[in-house]
Structures are given as structure tokens and as C-alpha cells.
């Protein structure tokens, strides 16, 4: 059974860098064609893309952030970590980390956490 | 960048009723689609990718079509748990969702 859950800070002020970390269990992101991803999502709005990371560490990020984020694997916890640097108000979302399902070169999201909310405000 | 729209926005309908949602790109993307259901403060769930194919455990009202620009979900007779807000989202270069439809009660 795959879960997926988000943890980080609810409140982040202008400017900080934002720090959220995905732990999951009921699989490995050292086993061959594993990904995990991270999408957020702005009260009322639709679902963004952020970031992805394939357990052979390969990266991809969102062209309109990739100046902005980082993401990382620690295999041995089960977590992976996405870091976003100057943090906006229009950045205020639930951001959600889900498993890609393994399928060729496709990037489906077939399980996801249950998302965190991330209110930026001073 | 590939641009994508959906359409209608909103949608009212009955339960019982043959529902269509559109998904158009910008540019072809082969049959790299899939759909997502969001219900009210809980995570999107997968309900068809590769642009036809049902994910495990959905139900079989739910199906999926198109190639190209322009796709289609479909639920031939909806339900009471079928009022929610459906995605697509294109995997061409990198992941993209579409706006999304919002299906209410008529």
C-alpha cells in the first residue's frame, strides 16, 4: 500500500525559503523507474507542477520555477525534500507529493499525499 | 509551450447523465493525457492516463479518449459521487494541467 504524506511549515514569511519534505512508504525510490513528484495549488485555482525526482536522481523542474527549487532524495528515510528560495504571497497553496506511475517516459501521478497548506504572509 | 484549455469551465448536471468534458492542446501530444478527479479539500486521484486507459479501481462509467490535440472524458451515466472538478494534464516535455471543469448539481 503506497502512502504519501507532506510536512513543512504553514507560515512562511516574504522572502524565506521554503522547506517541505514528502515521506512515504509502500515502495523504494532506488527501485528502477520510480519518481516522486511535488504540485501545488492555489486556493480556487488548478494544479501546478512543480518538481520530480527519479530514483536514479534525475531532476526535472517546472521551467517558469526551476530558478527557485530544489529537489532531493534521501532513500534510506523515504523522503524526498523540495526547497523553494523567495517566497511570494501568490506562492500561498496546498502543495502536494505524489508517486509517478511507472510507465515508459510518461509522468502520471497515480497516488498522492494528502497535501499541505503553505500561507505566505508577514 | 504547449497551451491548453477545457472546456466547459462549469458544468450542471443530473445524476443519470451522459457527461463530456473537453481537453484541446496547442500542439499534438500524442496520447500523453490524463484525467484527474479533485473532490472539495482532498487530493486529485488518477482516473485515466495514456488518454483511454482506466486506472485500477475506477469505476468503468469513466472513460477516456482522443490523440493529438483534442480528448475527451467521458461518464456515460453520472453519479451522486461523480460531482467534482475534473482535470487533464499533458506529459509532452514536462507535466501540465489543464484549468480544470467543475461538474455540479443541476
Known amino acids: 500500500q503506497i502512502t504519501l504524506k507532506e510536512s513543512g511549515p504553514t507560515l512562511v514569511k516574504p522572502t524565506q525559503t521554503l522547506t517541505l519534505t514528502c515521506t512515504f512508504s509502500?515502495?523504494?525510490?532506488?527501485?528502477?523507474?520510480?519518481?516522486v513528484g511535488w504540485i501545488r495549488q492555489p486556493p480556487g485555482k488548478a494544479l501546478e507542477w512543480l518538481a520530480l525526482?527519479?530514483?536514479?536522481?534525475?531532476?526535472r523542474y517546472s521551467p517558469s520555477l526551476k530558478s527557485r527549487l530544489t529537489i532531493t532524495k534521501d532513500t534510506s528515510k523515504n523522503q524526498v525534500v523540495l526547497t523553494m528560495t523567495n517566497m511570494d504571497p501568490v506562492d500561498t497553496a496546498t502543495y502536494y507529493c505524489?508517486?509517478?506511475?511507472?510507465?515508459?517516459?510518461?509522468?502520471?501521478?497515480?497516488?498522492w499525499g494528502q497535501g499541505t497548506l503553505v500561507t505566505v504572509s508577514s | 509551450v504547449i497551451w491548453m484549455t477545457q472546456s466547459p469551465s462549469l458544468l450542471s448536471a443530473s445524476t443519470g447523465d451522459r457527461v463530456t468534458i473537453s481537453c484541446r492542446m496547442s500542439?499534438?501530444?500524442?496520447?500523453?493525457l490524463a484525467w484527474y478527479q479533485q473532490k472539495p479539500g482532498k487530493a486529485p486521484e488518477l482516473l485515466i492516463y495514456?488518454?483511454?486507459t482506466l486506472q485500477s479501481g475506477v469505476p468503468s462509467r469513466f472513460s477516456g479518449s482522443g490523440s493529438g490535440t483534442d480528448f475527451t472524458l467521458t461518464i456515460s451515466c453520472l453519479q451522486s459521487e461523480d460531482f467534482a472538478t475534473y482535470y487533464c494534464?499533458?506529459?509532452?516535455?514536462?507535466?501540465?494541467f489543464g484549468p480544470g471543469t467543475k461538474v455540479d448539481i443541476k
Open positions: 505524489a508517486h509517478r506511475l511507472d510507465l515508459a517516459a510518461a509522468v502520471y501521478f497515480d497516488y
Open positions: 509502500g515502495f523504494s525510490l532506488s527501485t528502477s523507474g520510480v519518481g
Open positions: 525526482i527519479y530514483w536514479d536522481d534525475d531532476k
Open positions: 500542439q499534438g501530444i500524442s496520447s500523453y
Open positions: 495514456a488518454a483511454s
Open positions: 494534464q499533458q506529459y509532452y516535455s514536462f507535466p501540465l
